[in-house]
């Protein structure tokens, strides 16, 4: 029997957790220190916290954050969804081998290259009949919404391909029409699938640094940029606390959808 | 009628997306090789399109220059292509150095323990890399917390340093793509056939021979899978060059960035992203013809 581990591989693994969670929780303790110096213990505080309230430009840029991700993650899980039903349900239509390779080749494109090319057509768009006109907000969700898409698909194609087709088959044969099929069968069914899409597609979102600083403008500064601009000056308690409190949230987040999805596969 | 809105609704199912994806995901590419064959100049924008409708008609007239000028200077962004590969490349090694232990025993343990070890690895994916790169700083910093613990333990006087080396580099690539290397070796070893394992060992194998000439082998793919996995974003790397490299670690997305906004040579930047694209189509299409090759 072998189901013993070596002890070389449970010390590297060991390792490697650490490395994943190390910094972080470091982090997280001296958010809760007192003085300015960052690395000396000058005792426990919560002051961070209450001065991150008094940052008008960070509180401007999480709105702006959380806008872009609710909208961009929203458009996402609706046209993953329907990318999702085409490559699932339809076996043949014309327009499916370009199709699974513009929701796929996101995957794999540098976020630097995305996000240059995404400029440079917003630009060219702009030239020849004026939208969008400088770019912005909605430029942003946009590119987010572009990319995010192609990640719910995933994440939705592979319930939708995994689902009992016998209770959408028996609620067919006793003559329930395809909407009603639809909205009260399989929806239901892959709707875990659905929120975590939409999770996954908000955090992508809420987390872009590289896309978002090519294809924003001037006073559309989201939380991501704003952040990298204050690190590139030094490290201070205050980026600790609200370096936190994003990592707390988006880890809560993934509790809730890694529940979702680990319930649904222990029922099974 | 009925069967009139369902051929349009999934007209709608295909063409929604197809078209979204279409317009804002094909169209900026094709932009930005018009823009690569396209002649700098200064005005705005700061190129002369290619392809162009204009008053009097269409015309297409590509223009290699931009690309003749990076053979040109070919040591000036050469280098950023060679470090680029160089860092993605070792990146992708110490991930799997890491990353098969901690498949292979999360692929080991019990049911329970698994969920939350697997839990406990998506988790850090899914947080900010920047906030991430952020805490690594704090750590490896002159005044930060490791350096603080050695001189305390007398271990050395003056700080170390540890930015702005390959060093902090390479702890920010493992911190950030160290799950998605271990997210495929973990599909192919919890998938390994224990009754094999266990033949082997009452045959008298070895654990070393057992895993070389066993667990290896049929866990190639999700090693294939998860250097491809870290390999292909780990080239075009962005904000772990910028936050914990030196001035001299220069990569190609860094280089994307400084000829459009510094430089304002758009052209030249456009031509560099698809020299990037060439590199990550590279090993997709060897993977792609390696998988043709051991089906036939």
Redesign the interface.
Known sequence: MRSTVPLLVKLLAIAGFGILYIPVMMMMIYSFNRGKLVSVWAGFSTKWYKELWYDDVLLTALYKSLLIGFSSATISTIFGLLIAIAFVRFAHFRGRLFLSLVASAPLVMPEAVTGLSMLLLFIAMEASFGWPSGRGVDTIMIAHATFGMCFAAVVIQTRLRDMDKSLEEAARDLGGRQPFVFLSIILPLILPSIIAAWLLSFTLSFDDLVIASFVSGPGSSTLPIVIFSKIRLGVSPEINAIATLMILTISALVMIGSFLVLRRDGKK | M?SFL?KF??L???????G???I??????V??VN?SLSEARRAV?PYN?AFQIGKDGISFQPAVDNYLLIYEYWEDYLWPAVNSVRLAFFSTLYCL???Y??A???A??NKSLQ?IL???????F???????M??????L?P???IN?FLIWAGITVTPIQMMQTDFSIY?GM??TY??LMILPLYASLVRLD?SV??AA?DLGAK?WD?FRTIILPLSMPGVIAGCLLVF??A?????IPA?LGGPEQLM??KV??TE?FRNRD?PV??AI?II??AI?ILP?VYARYQDKESIS
């Open positions: 009925h369902q609704g999934r709608l199912v295909i063409w929604l997306p197809l979204w994806l279409g804002f995901f094909m169209l900026p590419l932009e930005m823009v924008p399109p150095l890491f990353a232990p901690m292979w025993w999360i080991r343990s969920h697997l839990v406990l690895i998506l988790m850090p899914w947080t900010s890399s920047l906030l991430r952020y805490a690594l700083i704090g750590l910093n005044n930060g917390v603080d702890s493992i911190l160290l799950p224990n394992l266990e060992a654990n057992i292909i974003p080239v075009g790397e962005f904000v936050l190609l997305g994307i960035w459009f758009w930047a456009a992203a990037l694209i990550i997709i």
